[in-house]
């Protein structure tokens, strides 16, 4: 049973580029995460994906947007990169909601010059 | 506002002694705890969680936690520490209700095994 996928697994940039990072969610999961781990940090959350739409979001800016598919799957973009947008980018899928506990993917570490 | 707080980025014990890494929360309603592993280059695992009932909760790889709530503390204990436990812990937080999905992570301990 596959776990959550991440592509690509590492990605460079350069400053004000535009990125689309990817996740297909476990299966049996409807519900996406994105968090955002600086290096030496605890992941932050970026937002959260249900039935389409944005639940809930974190302290990130507009720069930050997302889509779910009906598949469950979801993208991350970036606009106009910074050197500080460099880190490593996880999703996270669950059910129905729940947060009893997310499964977590591999990440995407995503390094801006 | 939910936060946590993880005492000692570094915590370092020698094969087979107890390990103890230590998180202190802050929530307004009763919370669910989690802690997470994160191995060099890859995502995080999910080791155990508290939702509601018993308070010490049993995980996976031999960890175990202590839901306190006098102590707002989730510590996370295994009796003896293997080579394999080497990696960045991590301790979150989350809220079940007013739709608080997201999770708030300390900032991880590095625990390091020495032979």
């Known amino acids: 049973d596959a776990g959550v996928t991440q592509s690509p697994t590492h990605l460079i940039k350069t400053r004000g580029q535009q990125v689309t990072l990817r996740c297909s969610p476990k299966?049996?999961?409807?519900?996406v995460s994105w968090y955002q781990q600086a290096l030496g940090q605890g992941p932050q959350f970026i937002f959260q994906?249900?039935?389409?739409?944005?639940?809930q979001r974190g302290n990130f800016p507009d720069r930050f947007s997302g889509h779910q598919f009906p598949n469950y799957s979801s993208e991350l973009n970036v606009n106009a990169l910074l050197l500080g947008d460099s880190a490593l980018y996880l999703c996270a899928s669950s059910f129905d909601r729940s947060n009893y506990g997310y499964t977590f993917g591999s990440g995407t570490r995503l390094t801006v010059v | 506002a939910q936060s946590v707080t993880q005492l000692g980025s570094h915590v370092s014990v020698s094969e087979g002694a107890l390990v103890l890494l230590r998180c202190n929360y802050s929530?307004?309603?009763?919370?669910?705890l989690f802690w997470y592993v994160q191995y060099p280059n890859q995502g995080l695992q999910l080791l155990l969680k508290y939702t509601t009932g018993a308070t010490l909760v049993k995980g996976i790889n031999g960890f175990e936690a202590e839901f306190k709530k006098s102590e707002t503390s989730f510590h996370l204990t295994k009796p003896s520490a293997h080579m394999s436990d080497a990696a960045e812990y991590f301790c979150a937080v989350s809220g079940p209700t007013s739709g608080t999905y997201k999770y708030i992570f300390g900032t991880g301990t590095r625990l390091k095994v020495l032979a």
């Open positions: 929530s307004s309603v009763p919370p669910y």
């Open positions: 994906y249900y039935e389409e739409e944005e639940r």
């Open positions: 299966s049996g999961h409807d519900t």
